[in-house]
C-alpha cells in the first residue's frame, strides 16, 4: 500500500481510539448525577470493604423481621426489613420517599440520601421477586419485581414487599416508614 491509501485508514484508527476513551472515561451508571434532576447531589460516605469473614451468617439475623410501612404510588402494602446490619442503618433513613425508575426490566431503582453500612452482610444470595435491595457500588435501592439473575456479594437484600409483580414493575414513587 501507498502513503495516500495508509493517511486515511490512519485518520479513522486515530478517531476510532479517540472516541472509544471519551466513552470510557463516561460515567452512565444510574447513581450519576442527571442533569435534569431536582435532587440535590450528596456525596457519599466511604465504606471499607468487607471480606467474606466479615460476613454475618447467623440464620436468626436473615429472619428476624422489622416491620417497615411501605406504600408505592400511594397504596399500602405489607412489607418486613430483615436484621442485617444494611437493613437496620436504611430503617435510620426512615421516613423516605424515593422516586423510581426501571432498571433492565428487572427492578425499579432509586438513590438513597447516603450510602449504608456493608459490614456484617450476611452472604449473597439471588434477589426474588419482591425483594427490597442495596447496591453498594451505586449506593441505590433496588425494588425487584423479576427474579434476579445471580447471587452478588455487591447486592445486599434488606427485606421483602408482598405486592404483585405488575404493582412492583409499574411503581413509580415508593414511601417508607417505620412501623408505629
Known sequence: MNSATLRPLARTATATVLLLTVAACTDTSPASPRASSSAPLQTPT???????????????????????????????????????????????????????????????????????TISGAPEPAAPKAG????????????????????????????????ADADRLAGADRITVEAAP
Open 46 to 116: 466511604a465504606e471499607a470493604p468487607t471480606t467474606p469473614s466479615d460476613r454475618n451468617t447467623t440464620p436468626s439475623d436473615r429472619n428476624t423481621a422489622m416491620d417497615i410501612r411501605v406504600s408505592l404510588d400511594g397504596r399500602p402494602v405489607d412489607a418486613t426489613l430483615n436484621d442485617s446490619p444494611a437493613a437496620r442503618d436504611f430503617a435510620g433513613l426512615l421516613p423516605l420517599t424515593l422516586d423510581l425508575e426501571d432498571f433492565h426490566q428487572t427492578e425499579r431503582i432509586a438513590d438513597l440520601p447516603r450510602r449504608l
Open 131 to 162: 425483594d427490597l435491595t442495596y447496591y453498594a457500588p451505586w449506593g441505590n435501592l433496588a425494588l425487584f419485581y423479576r427474579d434476579g439473575p445471580s447471587a452478588s456479594a455487591d447486592l445486599l437484600i434488606l427485606g421483602h414487599i408482598d
